[in-house]
Each structure stands twice: as structure tokens, then as C-alpha cells.
């Protein structure tokens, strides 16, 4: 049975505490403390919390975090965003969209390799605002493709939220959540390219192509394969069973290393210190909320809250796209003002449990989950992808978002086809023997 006088504790400290501009993480402990003050005195408490914190960081997978965080920053600083974003511009800009391919598949290909939506957003968006500006497109329009674009990384392997999606939700199999990203990662890609080519056209944007050049594009494939390959060493590794995903993750940061020190030589070592400065700042933030939003979760697990929900659901069930679809209602609404981080730590040992008592795979509702919440990325007023995007494009909110509306609608449009179609993600993860 629920206890009503803890979820309201609970959820009114949270909220309280986020209201004052608290940190999530704070928000998330201090929550978490306050439910378990109900019915215990403080010094056993705040022991419990501290336990639970430090089991949560005691992991050998979460390890993969940390060391995907700094390969992607190697891969960043040392030239591979932009020999990518030639590669793509050869291979697709002189189809109809021009520009506007060359944005998107740039982001997806960069995305794949760096794991984040923000490294991605400010990477690509860097070279390929203005020039979209200077082609006709206008600022405003090419931010908005940014913005959205840059969110497919995240389904595409390595991806530190899958990782994490693995932790909360107790161990399902990384190898095969990385798997079951490629389709849905590449159907949200084509979604977003197709409405903004649309979007272009109907208000008389598309002015650029680059004409097709074998030889250039050949030349850019050579330039960027070293860098595709990271990809191919990391899931190759893990599909092959050479290594494990976290073993793959020290591997892809040597590779970095090896790749921006020697091959492409765009970094030396004495830019090594900050680079690892950079990267141990990223990983604090993202450990300290795994760490708090662990904590919080037991609570909840101790004081019945997902079961609670649990029943709730099913009694109110017409089926599981019903209950899915109830899911991802909240889970966009949670993604207007929480990082995709702590909500997918909340809400995994809430909602995953229901999926699974409807029938959902939880590799599948893991992708719906992460889809979800990349749009949540793109959304005021906490999207971090929106505001380093309007940032890096030097463009206003207001300004982007007549722009971003029927990008929106492309996302959803995504997330519905891979919510209706369990085989996009499960597929790959079923053909490579990591599930049944």
C-alpha cells in the first residue's frame, strides 16, 4: 500500500526545492531525505542515503560513462566533426535539401561518435549555421535543424543514456540497447530531414546543392573513415564478444587518443590536461545525479511508489498502447523541465515494471524512453540541446521555434512508428543473438 503522506512529501520537496534553483541533484537528495525523515530519525537517514549513493556509483558498467564522456570530447577537439561534416556534405549535398542533409547527417554521423547532443549541436551547428545563413536558408531555420538534429546520436551507439537506461533499469544488456538504437536513431534522422526538406520548399529555402564530385567525395570518405571506424571498433568488439561495453569504452578512448594525436595531429599533449579537466567536470555532473536519482529510487522502491503506480495503470488499462501511450504523455511532459538523465533514472523503476507486466520488451521501452525524452532536449524551458543551439547559432528562442514546431511534429511522428513497431528495435539486438 502507498503511503499518500510520502509521495506527497516526496514530490512537493522536489518541486519546492527546483522552484529555488537548486541543482537537480540537490533536489533529488533532498527529496529523498525528506521521504525517509517521515519515519526514521536523521542519523540513520542520512546513513541510508549516503549507502545507497555510493552503491549506486559502485559499478562496473557505469565505468563506461566517464570513459565515452572523454573519448568523445578526444574525438571533438581533435578534427573529427569536421572532416565528417565534409564527408557528409560530399555524399548528400547535392541532393534536393542540399544544406539541409548535409546538417542532419553531419549531426548523425558526429552524434554516433561522440555520444552527446550538446557536443554535437555546438560541433556541427559551428560550421553549419552560417553557412546555411550565407546560402539563403536563413539563421533561424538552420538553428532549428541543429536543435533537432542533433538528438539522434543518442540512440546511435556508443550512448552514455542507454548506459544508464542498463543501470536504472537493472541490468538490462547495454550490448543489446546499443543495437536496438540504430533503426530508431536512423528513422528519427530521416523523419526530421524529411519535414525540414518539406519546410524548406514550402517557404522557398532550398537554394543551395553542392554538385556531385566523386573525387572530392571519395576524398572526404578516406579523410573521415578513421574516425566511422570508432564505431565500427566499438560495436564490433561488443557484438564479436571481444570485449565488454565498458572494456569497449577504454578501447574507443585510446583510439581517440591515437587518432587526434597522431593520424589527424589537430591535438597535442599539452592540450591533454584540459581536455581531461573538461571531461572530468562532465562526468561529475552526470555521476552526482546518477548517484542521488539511485537514491531516490530506492526510496521510492521502499516506500511501494512504483507498485502503486503500477496497479494504478494496469487498472485503468485498455491495452498496452494505451498504457504506452499514457507513458510517453508524461514522459514529454517530465522532458520540459527535467534533463533526460535524472528522469530516466525516476521514471525507469516506475514505468518499467508496467511495460513489463504489458508485455513491453524492456530493450524496446528502453529506446521509447530515450526517443521521448530527446525531444524533451529541444524543449523550453529546461532543453539543453534548444539553448546551446540558439547559443551557438546566436539566434533567439522566439525566433527559432516557428521554425522547430514542424520539426517537433517529425520527432513524434518517429517515436510513434517505433513505439507502434517493437521489431525497429528489436531486430538488430534478436539477429546478433543478444535477445531471444
Known sequence: MVDLASVGVLGGVFLVVMALGAPIAIAVGTAATATLLLGGS?????????????????????????LFILSGQLMNRGGAARR??????????????????????????????????????????????????EEGYGRDYGTAVNITASTTGLLIPPSNILIVYSLASGGVSIAALFLAGYLPGLLVGACVASAAVVLARIRGLEVARIP????????????????????????????????TATEAAGVAVVYALLLSLLVYREISVRELPAILVEASATTGVVLILVGASMALSWVMAFENIPQG???????????????????????????????????????????????????????HFGVIMVLNLCVGLC??????????????????????????????????????????LPELSLWLPRTFGFLP
Not at 547535392?94 to 547527417?105: D, M, T
Not at 560541433?123 to 549555421?129: D, E, L, S, T
Not at 573521415?224 to 564479436?240: D, E, K, Q, T, W
Not at 501511450?325 to 508524461?330: E, K
Request: aromatic share 6%.
Open 42 to 66: 536523521p542519523l540513520p537517514v542520512v546513513t541510508t542515503i549516503s549507502q545507497r549513493v555510493a552503491t549506486a556509483l559502485d559499478s562496473f558498467s557505469l565505468l563506461a560513462i566517464p
Open 212 to 243: 556531385w564530385n566523386t573525387g572530392a567525395t571519395l576524398r572526404s570518405g578516406i579523410a573521415a573513415l578513421p574516425s566511422l571506424l570508432l564505431v565500427v571498433v566499438v560495436m564490433g568488439g561488443i557484438i564479436g564478444g571481444v570485449f
Open 84 to 133: 565528417l561534416l565534409e564527408f557528409g556534405k560530399a555524399l548528400v549535398g547535392a541532393l534536393p535539401g542540399g544544406l539541409v542533409l548535409v546538417n542532419i547527417v553531419g549531426c548523425l554521423l558526429f552524434g554516433a561518435i561522440s555520444g552527446s547532443a550538446v557536443a554535437t549541436a555546438a560541433a556541427i551547428g559551428g560550421f553549419m549555421i552560417p553557412l546555411m545563413e
Open 309 to 363: 503506480v503500477a496497479e494504478l495503470m494496469l487498472s485503468l488499462a485498455a491495452g498496452p498502447i494505451a498504457v504506452l501511450l499514457v507513458m510517453n504523455v508524461v514522459l514529454l511532459a517530465v522532458g520540459t523541465f527535467m534533463d533526460m538523465t535524472p528522469a530516466v533514472l525516476i521514471f525507469t523503476p516506475i514505468f518499467l515494471p508496467v511495460a513489463i507486466e504489458m508485455g513491453v520488451d524492456p530493450v
Open 379 to 420: 524543449t523550453p524551458p529546461v532543453g539543453t540541446v534548444l539553448f546551446v543551439g540558439c547559443g551557438v547559432g546566436e539566434t533567439t528562442l522566439s525566433r527559432v521555434l516557428p521554425s522547430l514546431l514542424p520539426l517537433y511534429a517529425a520527432m513524434l511522428v518517429a517515436l510513434v512508428l517505433v513505439m507502434s
